[in-house]
T-cell receptor, first 113, second 114 residues
Framework: AQSVAQPEDQVNVAEGNPLTVKCTYS??????LFWYVQYPNRGLQFLLK??????LVKGSYGFEAEFNKSQTSFHLKKPSALVSDSALYFC???????????FGSGTRLSIRP | DTEVTQTPKHLVMGMTNKKSLKCEQH?????MYWYKQKAKKPPELMFV???????INESVPSRFSPECPNSSLLNLHLHALQPEDSALYLC?????????????FGPGTRLTVL
């Protein structure tokens, strides 16, 4: 069965420090992986995706993610956190013959000033 | 235009009412989706339309009835809902052929069933 896991319900980081939000996947074949962010009472906003090619993917708002095939991980990172990065983050995945994407359970990121 | 719009933003309805949610996109996307999201949970897929035809129904109760009048519009007709149907309903769109295409989400309709 395909699955995407986000092992941390909440991540707390001080402003200016680097942040990491973890994601692991179990997807047969070549995975397509995504990160979305959701601010309160809003829809999901696309941040970045991995399809193929470079393992380090750069996205919106200074975020990047590293695809690691051996560890089946796709962690989201940012070198210097902002208070405005505080939101709910979802990792999602699918594969080439899948008909829908699978979302992780979400991680609440809290950046303290 | 990279926006998906949804109306209304908020909806309160009784269990005997009939109402509709609307979604519109002008990005030329030929796949459109309805999701249901409970607080602090991931979105749950309800329906997928591809080229204006229903391609996925995730065993959604018949009190939810989707409709895709054209390639830009997606409706969700609601009838005889239950209080547990209260949630944020999200519409999304994407290009259908390549699974690597990201979905663009609307802001959602916050539905409360009394």
């Amino acid at each position: 069965a395909q699955s995407v896991a986000q092992p941390e319900d909440q991540v707390n980081v001080a402003e200016g420090n680097p942040l990491t939000v973890k994601c692991t996947y179990s997807v047969s074949g070549n995975p397509y992986l995504f990160w979305y962010v959701q601010y309160p009472n809003r829809g999901l906003q696309f941040l970045l995706k991995y399809i193929t090619g470079d393992n380090l993917v750069k996205g919106s708002y200074g975020f990047e993610a590293e695809f690691n095939k051996s560890q089946t991980s796709f962690h989201l990172k940012k070198p210097s956190a902002l208070v405005s990065d505080s939101a709910l983050y979802f990792c999602a995945g699918t594969h080439s013959s899948a008909s829908k994407i699978i979302f992780g359970s979400g991680t609440r990121l809290s950046i303290r000033p | 235009d990279t926006e998906v719009t949804q109306t209304p933003k908020h909806l309160v309805m009784g269990m005997t009412n009939k109402k509709s949610l609307k979604c519109e996109q002008h990005m030329g996307h030929r796949a459109m989706y309805w999701y249901k999201q409970k607080a602090k949970k991931p979105p749950e897929l309800m329906f997928v339309y591809s080229y204006e035809k229903l391609s996925i129904n995730e065993s959604v109760p018949s009190r939810f009835s989707p409709e895709c009048p054209n390639s830009s519009l997606l409706n969700l007709h609601l009838h005889a809902l239950q209080p547990e149907d209260s949630a944020l309903y999200l519409c999304a769109s994407s290009q259908p052929r390549d699974r690597g295409n990201e979905q663009f989400f609307g802001p959602g309709t916050r539905l409360t069933v009394l």
